[in-house]
Structure formats: C-alpha cells, structure tokens
C-alpha cells in the first residue's frame, strides 16, 4: 500500500460525458501527478500539482483539467469524452520534483463507451 | 514520444534464472527510476539511480547506468514467479522538465516455476 488513494477504481460512462476522479496524496506529500496509460500511447505524464498550484504539464489534452485543494487532494476532470479516452489513469505522489521516487496509487480504470 | 525505450519489450525465464531488461533514453537526466507494474495495478517504485552513479545495488536487483551511453540495466537475479509483472524505466529530466518522470514502453517479464 503506497499511501495514494484513489477514487473510484472503476467508471464507465459514454461518450460527451464529464467525469471527475479524485486523488489524495500520501500523508505529507506535497507533489501529485497524473498520469495516462493506454496500450497504444504507455505511460504518459499529464500534469503535476505542487503545493496547490500547477508545476508541470504534459500531454494533458484542453479537454482535461486538474487541481489541487487546500487539503492537497487533487481532482482531475475529463469531459467531453471520446472513446480513445479509455484508459487507467493514475496519480502519484511525492514531496516534490523528479529528484525522489513517486509513489503510485491504484488507478482509476475509465471506460468510455 | 517516449524518454526511455525498453528492451526486450517481453522475455520468458524459468524461476532461479537471472533476468536482464535494457533501458535507453534520449536526453541529459538528473536521475533514472525502475517501477514495477503488476497486472493493471499501480506502479511500485523499485530503485533510483543518479547519474552521477554508475551501479547500485538493492536485495536481488541490480541496476547500471552508462550516461555516455545514454542506457541503463535492471537484472534481476534468482528470480521468482512472483516478479512476473511489467517493468519500467523512468528519467528524470533536468532544468524545466525536472518535475516530472518520463516513462518508457516497459518490459513485460514473465517467470515460469
């Protein structure tokens, strides 16, 4: 167990919906990061949080959005869904930067049908 | 695209054999991290090597790093059926990406008992 929860484990909604999947960090991490991972495109980097304001960005699609609240859990937004959207999204942790190991919750697998 | 490419992209091995996954990547990096996957699951954090080492070393898994080379190896010695899973090598970028980990494609390792 990392410490990363996430929420749900499961969604299947159709296309053109909005979902919303919801990280919270390991106890005292200050660092959240999202990430993709679909068979076609791997493991990719989305966007990280630090301290409630957006440090990095990735290959985050402007149909996507994240954030960070006060209490550091992060809550990433899909809309508009498309079916190639069908993928596991995770979130990971750390006290910050790329310097130190990030530590992975479970993922969230997204169907969109 | 992709920082690291994995290689072999899947091997077979008998338990108690040693395993061996290549990992090359493109770019300068601060450091170089190993995750491993189970089966859908969360990434798990196996080991982080600094580029300014060139081997290290943590129960049965052994990892170099050959910055001229721009390449890494994970083995894995006497392994066990129970470290069938997918492993990843990820960077860790310098300067304005130094927030974020770049993952390759993975390397899915089966071990038959």
């Known amino acids: 167990d990392s410490g990363v929860t996430q929420t749900p484990k499961h969604l299947i909604t159709a296309t053109g919906q909005r979902v919303t999947l919801r990280c919270s960090p390991r106890?005292?991490?200050?660092?959240v990061y999202w990430y993709q991972q679909s068979l076609d495109q791997g493991l990719q980097f989305l966007i990280q949080?630090?301290?409630?304001?957006?440090?990095a960005k990735g290959n985050i699609l402007e149909r996507f959005s994240a954030q960070q609240f006060p209490d550091l859990h992060s809550e990433l937004n899909l809309s508009s869904l498309e079916l190639g959207d069908s993928a596991l999204y995770f979130c990971?942790?750390?006290?910050?930067?790329?310097?130190?190991?990030?530590?992975f919750g479970p993922g969230t697998r997204l169907t969109v049908l | 695209s992709q920082q690291g490419e994995e290689d072999p992209q899947a091997l077979s091995i008998q338990e108690g054999e040693n395993a061996t996954m290549n990992c090359s990547y493109k770019?300068?990096?601060?450091?170089l991290q190993w995750y491993r996957q189970n089966s859908g699951r969360g990434l798990v954090h196996l080991i982080l090597?600094?580029?300014?080492?060139r081997e290290k070393h943590s129960g049965r898994l052994r990892v170099t790093l050959d910055t001229s080379k721009k390449s890494s190896s994970l083995l894995i010695t006497a392994s066990r059926a129970a470290d069938t899973a997918s492993y990843f090598c990820?960077?860790?970028?310098?300067?304005?990406?130094?927030?974020?980990?770049?993952f390759g494609k993975g390397t899915l390792l089966t071990v038959n008992p």
């Open positions: 990971a942790s750390n006290s910050g930067g790329n310097r130190n190991e990030q530590f």
């Open positions: 106890s005292g991490d200050l660092s």
């Open positions: 949080y630090y301290n409630g304001e957006e440090r």
């Open positions: 770019t300068s990096i601060n450091n």
């Open positions: 090597i600094r580029s300014n080492e």
């Open positions: 990820a960077t860790g970028g310098l300067g304005g990406s130094n927030y974020k980990l770049t």
